[in-house]
Every structure is written in C-alpha cells, then in structure tokens.
C-alpha cells in the first residue's frame, strides 16, 4: 500500500529537555551534543520558567548534528505546560487553578504548541505541580498529553494512565495529539528514552518550523526503538492515510499496514528490544497481526491486515513485544482520523 | 542595609504557603553596572523523617502510589522548592531561577547573566524580584532577600 506520509522526512525529536538555565546539568551546546549523539534531529530546550538558553541554542544552529527547538516549561502549581516553539517568555505566576485555557491561548498566539507534560506524575511534595490539577480544561483540547516521559517510560503506571486518558479522549472524539518527552536533565538516569517522530513536509525552512507543523497536525509516532509507521487505505483505491490524515468515507474494504522502521538512534538497541506483534486499534475495537520481515525494506518489520467494517472513529496501531525479556508496549503511532459517514 | 542596597527581606513560610508568590519591589537608581540578587532559605528540606514518611503516605494516596514507594520517596527527602524571579521596568521579564538547592545567586549586567536570567540594560526604575513558594514541605521555612547594584 503506498501513499501514506510518502514524501514526509520523518524526524527524530526529544521535546522535553532542561539545562543549567533552570535545574538541568548540561550547558546548551552540551545538549546539542547530547541530542547527536542519541541520533535525534531535534531536542526541544524546554527549561523550567526562563527561556534564557535560546539565545545561545539559536546561534548554535545545527553545528552539532541536531537542531534545537525553542520552548519552555510552564512549570505551575497545578501543572506543567510545554510551551514548544515559543521564542519569548510565557507568563506563568498569575495563573491560578483555572488559568491553563488563557496560558494555552496564549502559547498559540505566539505561534507555539501547548503540551500537558507527564500529567499523572506523583505532584506535591514530591515533584511539585507535576501533576494535572488545573480545573475547567478538557485535556483534549491541548495541542498534544506528554504520554511517556522519563526514561523506561514502559514502566510507569503514571504514564500508563496517561495513555488511557489519551485513548479516553479519542474514543470521546478529540483529536489530540501523543508524544513522548524524557525530561532529560543530564546524565545519569538508566533506561531507554523513547523518541517521538515527527513527520515533516521537506522543504528549503528550518527542521523546527516544519515539526511544529508535523505535531499540530498529529503526524506522530513514538518509540523505544525503530519508527512506528502505519498506512490505512481501502482496497483498489489509489492512495493510503498515516497518522494525522483523515480517510474519507468509501465503499471498499479498509486495509492496514504497520511497520518498524530502522533508523540510526535504534541500532544501539538493538540487544534489550523485541517487537513481535502489531495491534491495531479503533474506537470500541482492535486486531492484531504478527511482525515479519518487510520485504519491501531491508531490515523493517511489517504487518498487514484486512479491517472490519465496523472500524470507526480512528485507527492506531501499538507495537508489542519485549524489552529485557519482559513484555512491554514498544511504540505506538497516533491515530489515522475516519471522517464521518 | 549596606551601600547598593536595594532590597532586605526575611520572610517565614508554612507549608499552608505552598502555590503562593511573595513579590518585592525596589527601585534601581540610574548607572548601575550590575544587579546582584541573592534568595537563601533553610530548611532545604523536610528533616523530620517520621513526618516525611507520614506525609508521603498521604500524598502517595492521592496520586496512586503504593506505601512502599511512598516509604521510599520519604528516605529521598521531601524537599522545599522556592524560586526567583525578576522583572525590571515595563515590566520586562529578565530570568527565572527554578532549581534545587536553598540558595540561589543572580547576578546581571548588560552582557553578561547568571544561568536562567537574560542580559540587557540595567534601566532605571521600578524593578521586582519575585519569591515561588511551589512548596513548603517543612513545618516551617523561612527565606532571606537581597538585591543589591554596583
């Protein structure tokens, strides 16, 4: 099946990362390097309630490898906002329990993206405002739920009921996006980071600008190890949907296709990762199909399935498998969107 | 308060001032070279380990974690976390230092700033400096305030 996200440069992105200009480790440029060396395209700076590295992340370009998206972390009493693409501060100290629609508007009107980051991280007096209090905001209206954060975030029971808020929100027609975030500090914590995907439109601008675009769209995938893809399409039509499209209602049966993709941060992951099956799901219903080599790309693996016709609302995909010889959910994409009827 | 003096406060916080914010304005005279502001409080963190424990608990129940996790978060340290801010004239925001660690030291010119804070003219006027109170996890935690130009 051929169409879906063709022509898109797939970008490899961490979008939740701090340095020593709020309480991370690492200077900027060190960052930078850091983000290379994971074999990421992209790192977000998303320092906690200063945006006072972006100066310096701005004149550092790509000169190491990765580029550096601008942002910042509203870190609040009642919740933390990732403020992605933002070049200026956020105000944030007159928000109170019902403040995050104003601050998410406003982070918009900067012509940024609004995040709810790790929104069931154990808050006060633990990790303070970490968790989602703000009140009066429906989750799906944020521009996208930082389901997996920190590394191993596999393991997380926290992250876990994100994931099923997010899954809440779909199946309730939201149209939000998923991603994941380290909230990477320094060195120092084991485990695997995921890597959020980011599908780009290729083009002569810069790679930040493009994956603002890619995410507000939902053109998403995230991933311990190799990039999740998915394609939906319906038999003998021409073209094929991935994640953040909309497939338009027609008469022929639904078809799926799923496949993990190598890219040049996986290879190192290789030993502690094994995908072995992919799920494909939709509202109030799901199917699934084991990995095997794709014959149509060296070293991916794909899955193929025929849909029922009671596919609705959306179709995504989870990859399963194990991680340590453990079994765990390995990447997943967000959602092709089904229009109405 | 010493020659450059702007500003010296002593506050005392409970934990019922957790999610709050204590600003201070000062007034910078013209032709300072350099803004230095100081924020230090003490306790850094909860000391009292049975209390700790007592008060993971409760939170773990809110947020889902079991006791044994809750136990463990409480032997980590249940940490006080107050950060500065500052906004000169405008207001104009110039830094934010959100960190660990009860002391905090600022200092900016129109080249140069500590992590956290923007560099920029140091214009004459009405300035603030800012005190997050995120949370008090102590019974009590008091803080000092300084601000003071060259």
């Not at chain 1, 020593?20 to 060396?37: C, T």
């Not at chain 1, 989602?132 to 954060?149: I, K, P, R, V």
């Not at chain 1, 609302?313 to 390995?330: C, M, P, T």
């Not at chain 2, 450059?4 to 300072?32: K, W």
């Amino acid at each position: 099946m051929r169409g879906a996200g063709e022509g898109l440069r797939w970008a490899a992105c961490e979008l939740h990362a701090h340095s020593i200009h709020s309480d991370g480790r690492l200077q900027v440029a060190e960052l930078a390097r850091y983000a290379a060396g994971r074999g990421l395209d992209l790192i977000a700076l998303s320092d906690h309630n200063t945006v006072s590295g972006l100066a310096e992340a701005a004149a550092l370009g790509g000169q190491y490898g990765s580029e550096i998206l601008s942002a910042m972390e509203l870190t609040t009493f009642y919740g933390h906002i990732l403020a992605l693409g933002v070049q200026d501060y956020v105000e944030w100290r007159g928000l109170g329990r019902e403040g995050a629609g104003g601050a998410v508007a406003e982070i918009r009107s900067r012509g940024g993206l609004a995040g709810i980051a790790h929104p069931f991280r154990p808050g006060n007096p633990f990790c303070t405002g970490c968790f989602w209090e703000f009140e009066g905001f429906e989750s799906g209206e944020a521009d996208y739920l930082e389901l997996w954060s920190e590394p191993d975030p596999h393991l997380a029971p926290c992250n876990a009921r994100a994931f099923e808020q997010w899954i809440s929100l779909l199946d309730r027609g939201f149209r939000v996006a998923a991603t994941s975030g380290t909230d990477y500090h320094g060195p120092g914590r084991e485990g695997l980071c995921a890597t959020t995907f980011l599908g780009c439109e290729p083009g002569p601008g810069a790679l930040g600008a493009a994956a603002l675009a890619a995410l507000r769209r939902g053109r998403v995938a995230v991933s311990l190890g190799a990039r999740p893809s998915l394609a939906l399409g319906r038999r003998g039509e021409g073209r094929s949907y991935g994640p953040g499209e909309e497939l338009p209602p027609g008469p022929g049966r639904l078809e799926a296709r799923a496949v993990l993709l190598p890219w040049r941060g996986a290879a190192s992951r290789l030993p502690e990762l094994r995908a072995e099956l992919a799920r494909f799901l939709w509202r109030g219903g799901s199917t699934e199909a084991g990995l095997a080599p794709d014959p149509e790309a060296g070293g991916a693996l794909a899955a193929q399935v025929e849909l029922p016709p009671s596919v609705e609302g959306y179709l995504r995909v989870e990859f399963r498998g194990s991680v340590r010889g453990e079994a765990a959910l390995i990447g997943f994409t967000n959602p092709v969107y089904l229009g109405p009827a | 308060m010493d020659q450059g003096a702007l500003l010296e406060v002593e506050a005392r916080l409970g934990p019922e001032d957790s999610r709050s914010h204590r600003s201070f304005p000062f007034e910078l005279p013209p032709g300072a070279r350099e803004l230095e502001l100081e924020l230090a409080f003490e306790p850094a963190m909860l000391e009292d380990e049975a209390l700790a424990a007592r008060i993971a608990f409760e939170a773990g129940r809110r947020f889902g974690i079991g006791p044994e996790e809750a136990s463990r978060r409480a032997r980590e340290g249940l940490r006080n976390l107050l950060t500065l801010s500052l906004d000169g004239p405008g207001p104009s925001f110039r830094g934010c230092a959100h960190r660990q660690g009860p002391r905090v030291l600022a200092i900016l010119s129109a080249a140069a700033a500590s992590p956290g804070f923007l560099p920029g003219p140091l214009t004459a006027g009405a300035w603030r400096a800012t005190v997050s109170v995120h949370c008090v996890a102590s019974p009590r935690c008091s803080f000092r305030l300084r601000a003071r130009a060259r």
